[in-house]
T-cell receptor, first 111, second 114 residues
Framework: EAQVTQNPRYLITVTGKKLTVTCSQN?????MSWYRQDPGLGLRQIYY???????DKGDVPEGYKVSRKEKRNFPLILESPSPNQTSLYFC??????????FGPGTRLTVT | AQSVTQPDIHITVSEGASLELRCNYS??????LFWYVQSPGQGLQLLLK??????LVQGIKGFEAEFKRSQSSFNLRKPSVHWSDAAEYFC????????????FGSGTRLSIRP
């Protein structure tokens, strides 16, 4: 089954404790993105990747890091999380058709 | 710069009634346009997309959308809504040069009145 998986689905952490949210896709897609969803703001792109070792900033990259060492994986790293990064995070992948396939989301709470 | 506006934050319609969700975009060239649906607690699913050609596009679940260049709009319609259509709907715009650079609107939450 074609899918994008994210782990964990729910995470509660404290300010400053480094965390990683994993994202994996099994569709051999070149493009992958991370979004955060906040009430009233829709989805805002954090980072995107056009292929292995090729990443670029989206609209809200501050406080986040990404890497793309393998085509299927695109982890999101928060080196020092802060409460304003409490949000719902989505990973997505797409081929050149532009249709994005979304993961189920990760709800992160930073206290 | 690209932008997407969904002017309606929340809409309530009766089951069986028709639906139109509004979307306006700002983009210098012909955009790639999308509508996604997000059911409660779920990720986003593509309803339909417009790249070129016929300005009336059909999607899944009985939805359709019409691209109107003169009005910079891409409104989503359904002739008769079902209770299962209650969800949040997002309009999005992309550009030809980058399949990863998609801008989303702020969403419209649809409630269905029994």
């Amino acid at each position: 089954e074609a899918q994008v998986t994210q782990n964990p689905r729910y995470l509660i952490t404290v300010t400053g404790k480094k965390l990683t949210v994993t994202c994996s896709q099994n569709m051999n897609h070149e493009y992958m993105s991370w979004y955060r969803q906040d009430p009233g703001l829709g989805l805002r792109q954090i980072y995107y990747s056009m292929n292995v070792e090729v990443t670029d900033k989206g609209d809200v990259p501050e406080g986040y890091k990404v890497s793309r060492k393998e085509k299927r994986n695109f982890p999101l790293i928060l080196e020092s999380p802060s409460p304003n990064q409490t949000s719902l995070y989505f990973c997505a992948s797409s081929a050149k058709s532009y249709e994005q396939y979304f993961g189920p989301g990760t709800r992160l709470t930073v206290t | 710069a690209q932008s997407v506006t969904q002017p309606d934050i929340h809409i309530t319609v009766s089951e069986g009634a028709s639906l139109e969700l509004r979307c306006n975009y700002s983009y210098g060239a012909t955009p790639y346009l999308f509508w996604y649906v997000q059911s409660p607690g779920q990720g986003l699913q593509l309803l339909l997309k417009y790249f070129s050609g016929d300005t009336l596009v059909q999607g899944i679940k009985g939805f359709e959308a019409e691209f109107k260049r003169s009005q910079s709009s891409f409104n989503l319609r359904k002739p008769s809504v079902h209770w299962s259509d209650a969800a949040e709907y997002f309009c999005a715009v992309g550009r030809y040069s980058s399949a990863s650079k998609i801008i989303f609107g702020s969403g419209t939450r649809l409630s269905i009145r029994p």
